[in-house]
């Protein structure tokens, strides 16, 4: 795809990334977003999960409760669970979650994603998981100590 393609894909999906809020056209913003995602690919994939991220407030109770913005946290999760079956999820998803920090812990924004989104404990492992995994030094280690506190929660549960 040509730069200047790529630019009207991108400037295309983050439109319609904030369209899922109005009720009125969020099955044809849906319906357009997945065809534009479809046919460019995985970096427009990784590039809505980052347009996504960065639209949603997961420190704000009401979209905690779900009384805010529920319809693009469905999505969200509908479009984790997807992607986190292709092959490529965890070298990516790191990426998602680097570019959408806002001067927060990671393992406080991972926290606030988890609650707030309500993830099935498999997606919850490999989200760690790919965190863990990072490139970027201080996103590995952070995300290694969120995994072991995690396990170690999880066994407690257990017991």
Do not use: W
């Given at each position: 795809?040509?730069s200047?393609?790529?630019?009207?894909?991108?400037?295309?999906?983050?439109?319609?990334v904030?369209?899922?809020?109005?009720k009125?056209s969020l099955r044809n913003?849906?319906t357009?977003?997945?065809?534009?995602?479809?046919?460019s690919?995985p970096?427009?994939?990784?590039?809505?999960?980052?347009c996504?991220?960065d639209?949603?407030?997961f420190?704000?109770?009401?979209v905690q409760n779900?009384?805010?913005?529920?319809?693009k946290?469905q999505?969200?999760?509908?479009?984790l669970?997807?992607?986190?079956?292709?092959?490529n999820?965890?070298d990516y998803?790191?990426?998602?979650?680097?570019?959408?920090?806002?001067?927060?812990?990671?393992?406080e924004?991972?926290?606030?994603?988890?609650?707030?989104l309500k993830?099935?404990?498999?997606?919850?492992?490999?989200?760690?998981?790919?965190?863990?995994?990072?490139?970027?030094?201080?996103?590995?280690?952070?995300?290694?100590?969120?995994?072991?506190i995690?396990?170690t929660i999880?066994?407690?549960?257990?017991?």
């Open positions: 795809m040509s200047s393609l790529n630019h009207a894909v991108y400037t295309q999906i983050k439109a319609l904030q369209s899922l809020s109005n009125k913003a849906k357009e977003l997945l065809s534009l995602i479809e046919f690919g970096e427009a994939r990784r590039y809505m999960l980052m996504l991220f639209s949603l407030d420190k704000d109770p009401k779900g009384t805010k913005e529920q319809t946290t999505f969200l999760v509908q479009q669970t997807l992607c986190s079956s292709h092959s999820f965890l998803f790191t990426q998602v979650i680097e570019h959408s920090l806002q001067r927060q812990s990671l393992t924004y991972m926290n606030d994603v988890i609650k707030c993830l099935a404990l498999t997606l919850q492992i490999t989200m760690i998981l790919s965190l863990a995994l990072s490139p970027t030094q201080h996103i590995a280690k952070e995300g290694f100590i969120t995994h072991i995690f396990l999880m066994k407690a549960l257990s017991c």
